[in-house]
């Protein structure tokens, strides 16, 4: 099967990203949105070693994938046996939804193109501040 390419944006670090609030952050009315539960293991300080920002922007690096893949297993319970390939399409399926942009795929490097500090009850300054404190900084 092939697949045409997806042209998506270019990820740049000092663009003011969109505030959508309008989201859905629910799947089928129960479970969050995979987005949503990245996203607050980003704001987690014990997470660092599984999911962390790299301090570009809104930048993240999943650093176990195999980790992330479980806790979204143990977090879903009904969901398929932890699969790395299965956690990664969610995360592309996001690309269409104009949520998270590939930094770099192979790397497991994203960025959100939405401004997520509404969704973990941050404002973007508040976010900011805890990146600062709490990134891995990785090469570019």
């Not at 990245?38 to 997470?47: A, G, N, Q, Y």
């Not at 962390?52 to 690096?61: L, M, P, S």
């Not at 143990?74 to 399409?89: G, I």
Request: glycine share 2%; hydrophobic share 40%; aromatic share 12%.
């Amino acid at each position: 099967l092939v697949r045409p390419q997806e042209d998506y944006p270019v990820f740049d670090p000092l663009l003011v990203l969109p505030d959508r609030r309008d989201l859905s952050t629910r799947a089928h009315g129960c479970y969050k949105q995979f987005w949503v539960f990245l996203l607050e293991r980003l704001v987690d300080p014990s997470m660092i070693d599984t999911v962390a920002w790299t301090g570009r922007a809104r930048e993240f690096i999943i650093r176990s994938p195999e980790v992330m893949a479980r806790k979204w297993w143990e977090y879903r319970k009904s969901a398929p046996a932890p699969d790395v390939e299965s956690m990664r399409r969610l995360i592309r399926a996001t690309y269409k939804k104009h949520i998270l942009i590939p930094v770099n795929a192979p790397q497991n490097r994203y960025a959100f193109i939405i401004e997520p500090s509404f969704y973990v009850d941050k404002s973007r300054v508040q976010l900011d501040v805890y990146i600062n404190q709490n990134c891995v900084p990785v090469q570019v």
